[in-house]
Structure formats: structure tokens, C-alpha cells
């Protein structure tokens, strides 16, 4: 078992920045590869970034890439979002999920755990 506690959301304006942090627990974090997804109200949720379980390899939606980049710190079990140049669109709340592989993936479904989601807001 893997329980995920995301941070750092916030409200931001346009062009502003925000870090995200996911803190894993439980289970041995270095094997899993890590994503991010977020959701809006209204729609459905979305991959937004990956990366694998040793970090050598990520991989982004076309909407983050440039902008976005994920990272993850095995010592302190968290792995990062830092968002910049964000935009209204990004305003959504913001999942980590935990992928018991080396290589992470943009299908919700390959996750196995998830953690509560941390809400960005971005005011135009």
C-alpha cells in the first residue's frame, strides 16, 4: 500500500508559478513510477507529466510541455510539478498517482494508487 498526500496548490495569476509536491508513504517509493493528472470541473481527468522510477525518463501532455516539469527527490519520497507560465485553462484540481512499474504512462487506468488532489487556481 502507497498513500499519496499532495501540496501546494494555491491561487496564482496568469504568467505565475506554482510547485506541487507529492509526498509518498508506505511502500518502497523508488518502485514506482509517478504521475500527475488533474482534473477541471466539468471534465474529465487528464495525464498532465511522468516520470519513471529513477527518474531518468519523463514525459509530458502537449499542453505541458515547455512549461511544466516533474521531478522526484527519492530521499524525501516526494516527487515535484513545478508549473510555470500558467495559464486560466490550468485552473483544475491536481492528482499524483503511484504506478507499481519503472516507466510511467498517461492512462488513469495503469495507476494503482492516487492521493486526494491539491487545487490550482488560476485567475486571469
Known amino acids: 500500500q502507497v498513500q499519496l498526500v499532495e501540496s501546494g496548490g494555491g491561487l496564482v495569476q496568469a504568467g505565475g508559478s506554482l510547485r506541487l509536491s507529492c509526498a509518498a508513504s508506505?511502500?518502497?517509493?523508488?518502485?514506482?513510477?509517478m504521475g500527475w493528472f488533474r482534473q477541471a470541473p466539468g471534465k474529465e481527468r487528464e495525464f498532465v507529466a511522468a516520470i519513471s522510477w529513477g527518474g531518468g525518463s519523463t514525459h509530458y501532455a502537449d499542453s505541458a510541455k515547455g512549461r511544466f516539469a516533474i521531478s522526484r527527490d527519492s530521499a524525501k519520497n516526494t516527487v515535484y510539478l513545478q508549473m510555470n507560465s500558467l495559464k486560466p485553462e490550468d485552473t483544475a484540481l491536481y492528482y499524483c498517482a503511484a504506478k507499481r512499474s519503472r516507466v510511467g504512462s498517461d492512462l488513469i487506468s495503469k495507476y494503482d494508487y492516487w492521493g486526494q488532489g491539491t487545487q490550482v487556481t488560476v485567475s486571469s
Open positions: 508506505g511502500r518502497t517509493f523508488s518502485g514506482y513510477a
